[in-house]
């Protein structure tokens, strides 16, 4: 059975920092690109930050570059996502992608974890 299960979430003031935690089971890890989206109030799902199967390469969308950091942990099958400087606008509820395509394409997404940004 696959899992993804996120930890990490909570209330931060602006400029603190969160680290998220997504860890995964039922599947072969190491094969799967894996990403942080994130979707806030009234608005669509957005991709935050993706690291490749052995982490050789890392990309970030614009608003989190230089403050946000996904790394990987293949040997604990955990992905994480070191949140520094977080803004209100960082608001959201943050989920755990696994992507890979053999033959086919596997998809799939932990439930989430609330981050909030606030004073």
């Known amino acids: 059975q696959v899992q993804l299960v996120e930890s990490g979430g909570g209330l931060v003031q602006p400029g603190g920092s969160l680290r998220l935690s997504c860890a995964a089971s039922?599947?072969?890890?190491?094969?799967?690109?894996m990403s942080w989206y994130r979707q806030a109030p009234g608005k669509e799902r957005e991709l935050v930050a993706r690291?490749?199967?052995?982490?050789?390469?890392?990309n970030y969308r614009d608003s989190v570059k230089g403050r946000f950091t996904i790394s990987r942990d293949n040997a604990k099958n955990t992905v994480y996502l070191q949140m520094d400087s977080l803004k209100p606008e960082d608001t959201a509820v943050y989920y755990c992608?696994?992507?890979?395509?053999?033959?086919?394409?596997?998809?799939?997404w932990g439930q989430g974890t609330q981050v909030t940004v606030s004073s």
């Open positions: 992608n696994a992507w890979t395509r053999t033959i086919i394409t596997h998809d799939y």
């Open positions: 039922g599947f072969t890890f190491n094969n799967y690109v």
């Open positions: 690291i490749t199967t052995f982490g050789g390469s890392t």
